[in-house]
């Protein structure tokens, strides 16, 4: 059974860090893209980041860039996404997804949730002074 299980949120000041983890369960992370997307209350679901599996192409949202890191420890089979200097605005449920149908085209600069058919169940990220 396919499970994406993501780890890492909580409560943090402005300014503050921290590092969200996404594992597979039941498969490999070797061969599929992931992508992280977030939702905050009363506004639709946002891509962030995602990282291409074919040739590790990275793609940031505005919002985030410069500022978080998408990563893949395949020893660890683990995505990870590091925030720095997390801002109010970032307060949000954050979501690891993936496709496992196709390696094709997951990944690219829009950070389209319909390109993803896999999700995790989300986790909780506070930004508050």
């Known amino acids: 059974q396919l499970e994406l299980v993501e780890s890492g949120g909580g409560l943090v000041q402005p300014g503050g860090s921290l590092r969200l983890s996404c594992t597979p369960s039941?498969?490999?992370?070797?061969?599929?893209?992931f992508g992280w997307f977030r939702q905050a209350p009363g506004k639709e679901r946002e891509g962030i980041s995602c990282?291409?599996?074919?040739?590790?192409?990275?793609h940031y949202a505005d919002s985030v860039k410069g500022r978080f890191t998408i990563s893949k420890d395949n020893a660890a089979n683990t995505v990870y996404l590091q925030m720095n200097n997390l801002k109010p605005e970032d307060t949000a449920i954050y979501y690891c997804?993936?496709?496992?149908?196709?390696?094709?085209?997951?990944?690219?600069?829009?950070?389209?949730?319909?390109?993803?058919?896999?999700w995790g169940q989300g986790t909780q990220v506070t930004v508050s002074s």
């Open positions: 990282i291409s599996s074919m040739d590790g192409t990275i």
């Open positions: 997804a993936t496709r496992i149908d196709t390696i094709v085209a997951v990944c690219n600069e829009g950070i389209s949730s319909a390109n993803f058919g896999s």
């Open positions: 039941g498969f490999s992370l070797d061969y599929y893209a």
